[in-house]
T-cell receptor, first 112, second 113 residues
Framework: KQEVTQIPAALSVPEGENLVLNCSFTDSAIYNLQWFRQDPGKGLTSLLLIQSSQREQTSGRLNASLDKSSGRSTLYIAASQPGDSATYLCAMGGTSYGKLTFGQGTILTVHP | EAQVTQNPRYLITVTGKKLTVTCSQNMNHEYMSWYRQDPGLGLRQIYYSMNVEVTDKGDVPEGYKVSRKEKRNFPLILESPSPNQTSLYFC????????????FGSGTRLTVV
């Protein structure tokens, strides 16, 4: 059974800090890994997608890495801002019929 | 604008009254899927469709039906809703089983009383 774990469950940081969110997965037959952002009561916004053949992707202040051998992905957020406050979800796309397996999320609070 | 559109956004209904949540995408995606999100349980897949007229069960299909008569639409049908189907529902699509990543709709918050 595919499982995705995110650590920490919650994180509170002052504005301006660089931070790392962690995601680990159990299935080495990963197809891709996608990071999402979810604001309270809202939908999922895709942040970064890493295919299994890639090691990392970058978009603005965000950088995501993928290490299949260790079953880990990290999302790095540089110079955090209060507007970054949200729940961050990682989701593993396995080879099983396109299903995404989600982690429980990291609730990020960036205070001014 | 490329998007997945779900309707309605909010719905309160009574036990046993059939309802349909619509989902439409304008990206010519082959793959579509429904998820539900519950506190403590995260997001779980209900049903998926790899193409027109091809659908299959996900992890939590009980109490739900789907159909895929057209490529762009993938409605979720609750024939006889029960309170344990109170949840936040998301529709998602991708080009082909995750190629290019998934695009999610804005969600439908369903309450069954």
């Amino acid at each position: 059974k595919q499982e995705v774990t995110q650590i920490p469950a919650a994180l509170s940081v002052p504005e301006g800090e660089n931070l790392v969110l962690n995601c680990s997965f159990t299935d080495s037959a990963i197809y891709n890994l996608q990071w999402f952002r979810q604001d309270p009561g809202k939908g999922l916004t895709s942040l970064l997608l890493i295919q299994s053949s890639q090691r990392e992707q970058t978009s603005g202040r965000l950088n995501a890495s993928l290490d299949k051998s260790s079953g880990r992905s990290t999302l790095y957020i540089a110079a955090s801002q209060p507007g970054d406050s949200a729940t961050y979800l990682c989701a593993m796309g396995g080879t099983s019929y396109g299903k995404l397996t989600f982690g429980q999320g990291t609730i990020l609070t960036v205070h001014p | 604008e490329a998007q997945v559109t779900q309707n309605p956004r909010y719905l309160i209904t009574v036990t046993g009254k059939k309802l349909t949540v619509t989902c439409s995408q304008n990206m010519n995606h082959e793959y579509m899927s429904w998820y539900r999100q519950d506190p403590g349980l995260g997001l779980r897949q209900i049903y998926y469709s790899m193409n027109v007229e091809v659908t299959d069960k996900g992890d939590v299909p009980e109490g739900y039906k789907v159909s895929r008569k057209e490529k762009r639409n993938f409605p979720l049908i609750l024939e006889s809703p029960s309170p344990n189907q109170t949840s936040l529902y998301f529709c998602a699509s991708s080009y082909s089983t995750g190629v290019g990543g998934y695009t999610f709709g804005s969600g439908t918050r369903l309450t069954v009383v």
